[in-house]
């Protein structure tokens, strides 16, 4: 993996992560980072220059894939060695140290992944203060078999007989788990033992440094050219569009396409608070009559997201063409989409951030690409929009797919129903505020069933629309549970929806959990 951070100009204590692909090498730098000391990670193939550049105050070599017991694999440079400071070696990290220090690794045909029981049996500056026995997460296929000379052994579970060792003489440690990981007990303490007690840093790093960092580097990649971005009024584009203002100011042009299919207000928002409050250049495309043409007479799912995609494309592109001379194009690229796309870093398997679900722009608009969030994760990137100036309800906002209420109505997308929807939709999401019950789901949204339904209203048969309220609760969006969101409350907004929306004669509540629904009902 490759991280686009380069030195600050004011030298802060570093700690250094050197990468060697593990998937979990990004969460080891976030950890440092919460503990208020700065963290960078670079490959594990670091030039001399480079690392002395950076001065760092420890360094932590991550996990990875490959087996030392293969010829052709990573290794530690020795400027590491070199440098004489402290060293953090964790699973593959561990068995590159003991295997460059002597010991021996062996593959073990079984793969050990979950939690083990770790026995502190030695006194480490890593395991101050703490219980000696630990439950902590495990995940590797190597183990180390025989100590390195001058390594002590620390720690041990029943499958890995060494799993913490430490140098005799040097701040050189390892462990064969994963401290980064939350499922590992008081690993943010480990962590810090290290940061902190090993390495001696100051927890003196602030999102601020970040901001003035990123700018930084903005202005050394762009040398004063102008920079497109695709605003989508999400919370990656709408930070990203803050930081390259600060960074660039009216340089960075932005374009806005409103497809007819965003929340009511939506794009107002986007506007006001782009345009008018921050005085950005942002081009308003008001596409939504092209987005419903190409969508009329479309029922099936698939179909609307490939056309929602494709159009997003080719509105993008016209108006990009009319700019002349951009060579960059913007991207809120955070680090999960790093993961999701390529699963790799490298320049080969870079994908275009697929937001509206699209397999990438067309060869001729190929531009260089921006992403200075791209090592970040989604809370850090709402923390930086707070530091940004952003609006609160614009960062707190509930997740919004790409094709928007393309797929919220089930069917085929006319502007009736998405006027009705919108209707719907933001009734449910007021009174979700107004009950302080907003922030306890994770997202809440209306969907625009495809039946009709008979109602009366009055004295009056009503025979028409279904309306139905989704609302969940999960961590990371893969699992949810439904909502058990109060009878009363549920009953006020029904009644609201019913009363207020005339084509609408009955609200439904969705029990479902995921697996086996799916959050979007599509
Ligand atoms: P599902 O419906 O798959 O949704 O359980 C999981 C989460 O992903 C969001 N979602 C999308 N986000 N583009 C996006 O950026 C999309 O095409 C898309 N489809 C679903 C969904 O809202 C939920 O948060």
Same mark, same amino acid.
């Given at each position: 993996?490759?991280?686009?951070?380069?030195?600050?100009?004011?030298?802060?204590?570093?700690?250094?992560?050197? *990468?060697?692909?593990?998937?979990?090498?990004?969460?080891?730098?976030?950890?440092?980072?919460?503990?208020?000391?700065?963290?960078?990670?670079?490959?594990?193939?670091?030039?001399?220059?480079?690392?002395?550049?950076?001065?760092?105050?420890?360094?932590?070599?991550?996990?990875?894939?490959?087996?030392?017991?293969?010829?052709?694999?990573?290794?530690?440079?020795?400027?590491?060695?070199?440098?004489?400071?402290?060293?953090?070696?964790?699973?593959?990290?561990?068995?590159?140290?003991?295997?460059?220090?002597?010991?021996?690794?062996?593959?073990?045909?079984?793969?050990?992944?979950?939690?083990?029981?770790?026995?502190?049996?030695?006194?480490?500056?890593?395991?101050?203060?703490?219980?000696?026995?630990?439950?902590?997460?495990?995940?590797?296929?190597?183990?180390?078999?025989?100590?390195?000379?001058?390594?002590?052994?620390?720690?041990?579970?029943?499958?890995?007989?060494?799993?913490?060792?430490?140098?005799?003489?040097?701040?050189?440690?390892?462990?064969?788990?994963?401290?980064?990981?939350?499922?590992?007990? *008081?690993?943010?303490?480990?962590?810090?033992?290290?940061?902190?007690?090993?390495?001696?840093?100051?927890?003196?790093?602030?999102?601020?440094?970040?901001?003035?960092?990123?700018?930084?580097?903005?202005?050394?990649?762009?040398?004063?050219?102008?920079?497109?971005?695709?605003?989508?009024?999400?919370?990656?584009?709408?930070?990203?569009?803050?930081?390259?203002?600060?960074?660039?100011?009216?340089?960075?042009?932005?374009v806005?396409v409103d497809n007819g299919l965003?929340?009511?207000?939506?794009?107002?928002?986007?506007?006001?608070?782009?345009?008018?409050?921050?005085?950005?250049?942002?081009?308003k495309s008001d596409s939504e009559d092209v987005f419903l043409r190409h969508l009329k007479?479309v029922?099936?799912?698939?179909?609307?997201?490939?056309i929602i995609g494709r159009t997003f494309i080719d509105v993008f592109d016209a108006e990009?063409?009319?700019?002349?001379?951009?060579?960059?194009?913007?991207?809120?690229?955070?680090?999960?989409?790093?993961?999701?796309?390529?699963?790799?870093?490298?320049?080969?398997?870079?994908?275009? =951030?697929?937001?509206h679900?699209?397999?990438?722009?067309?060869?001729?608009? =190929?531009?260089?690409?921006?992403?200075?969030?791209? *090592?970040?994760?989604?809370?850090?990137?709402?923390?930086?929009?707070?530091?940004?100036?952003?609006?609160?309800?614009?960062?707190?906002?509930?997740?919004?797919?790409?094709?928007g209420?393309g797929?919220?109505?089930?069917?085929?997308v006319?502007k009736?129903?998405t006027?009705?929807?919108?209707?719907?939709?933001?009734?449910?999401?007021?009174?979700?505020? =107004?009950?302080?019950?907003?922030?306890?789901?994770?997202?809440?949204?209306?969907?625009?069933?495809?039946?009709?339904?008979?109602?009366?209203?009055?004295?009056?048969?009503?025979?028409?629309?279904?309306?139905?309220?989704?609302?969940?609760?999960?961590?990371?969006?893969?699992?949810?549970?439904?909502?058990?969101?109060?009878?009363?409350?549920?009953?006020?907004?029904?009644?609201?929806?019913?009363?207020?929306?005339?084509?609408?004669?009955?609200?439904?509540?969705?029990?479902?959990?995921?697996?086996?629904?799916?959050?979007?009902?599509?």
């Amino acid at each position: 993996m490759v991280a686009n951070l380069s030195s600050t100009s004011k030298q802060i204590d570093t700690i250094l992560v050197l *990468d060697f692909g593990s998937q979990y090498t990004q969460l080891i730098a976030r950890r440092v980072r919460e503990s208020d000391v700065y963290s960078e990670i670079l490959p594990w193939d670091i030039n001399e220059n480079k690392i002395k550049s950076i001065n760092p105050k420890g360094i932590i070599l991550s996990g990875g894939p490959d087996s030392v017991t293969d010829n052709y694999t990573p290794r530690v440079p020795q400027i590491v060695f070199d440098l004489n400071i402290p060293i953090l070696g964790i699973c593959y990290g561990m068995q590159t140290l003991a295997e460059q220090f002597g010991g021996q690794v062996i593959s073990s045909k079984k793969k050990e992944f979950g939690y083990s029981e770790l026995n502190v049996t030695a006194d480490c500056i890593l395991f101050s203060n703490l219980d000696k026995t630990l439950n902590v997460w495990m995940s590797h296929g190597d183990q180390v078999q025989d100590l390195p000379d001058n390594f002590d052994l620390v720690a041990s579970t029943s499958s890995a007989p060494i799993a913490a060792m430490q140098h005799s003489t040097k701040l050189i440690f390892a462990l064969q788990f994963h401290p980064e990981v939350t499922h590992t007990d *008081d690993g943010r303490t480990i962590l810090d033992n290290f940061i902190f007690k090993v390495c001696k840093a100051n927890p003196d790093w602030k999102m601020d440094d970040l901001i003035g960092q990123r700018i930084q580097e903005i202005k050394n990649q762009t040398e004063n050219n102008k920079v497109l971005l695709g605003l989508s009024g999400g919370v990656d584009s709408s930070v990203t569009a803050a930081l390259l203002q600060k960074a660039i100011g009216n340089k960075l042009v932005c374009v806005f396409v409103d497809n007819g299919l965003l929340r009511k207000g939506e794009a107002e928002e986007v506007m006001n608070t782009f345009k008018e409050n921050m005085n950005l250049n942002v081009i308003k495309s008001d596409s939504e009559d092209v987005f419903l043409r190409h969508l009329k007479g479309v029922e099936d799912p698939e179909q609307k997201r490939k056309i929602i995609g494709r159009t997003f494309i080719d509105v993008f592109d016209a108006e990009s063409k009319k700019l002349k001379k951009v060579h960059f194009l913007a991207q809120g690229t955070i680090y999960p989409d790093v993961i999701e796309s390529s699963g790799s870093e490298s320049k080969e398997a870079r994908v275009i =951030k697929s937001h509206h679900n699209v397999g990438g722009l067309p060869d001729e608009m =190929k531009m260089d690409l921006v992403e200075p969030l791209r *090592d970040l994760f989604k809370d850090e990137v709402r923390k930086l929009g707070v530091e940004l100036g952003l609006p609160s309800e614009m960062l707190n906002r509930h997740p919004f797919p790409g094709p928007g209420l393309g797929v919220r109505i089930l069917g085929e997308v006319t502007k009736d129903k998405t006027t009705i929807l919108k209707e719907a939709d933001h009734i449910f999401i007021e009174e979700l505020i =107004k009950a302080d019950l907003y922030k306890m789901v994770s997202q809440a949204f209306a969907v625009f069933l495809p039946v009709k339904s008979v109602g009366v209203v009055g004295d009056e048969r009503r025979y028409a629309e279904v309306i139905g309220l989704r609302a969940v609760e999960t961590v990371d969006f893969m699992t949810a549970r439904w909502a058990h969101l109060p009878y009363d409350f549920l009953e006020h907004v029904s009644g609201r929806i019913v009363n207020e929306i005339e084509q609408v004669s009955r609200v439904v509540y969705d029990i479902s959990s995921k697996p086996p629904a799916t959050i979007e009902w599509e």
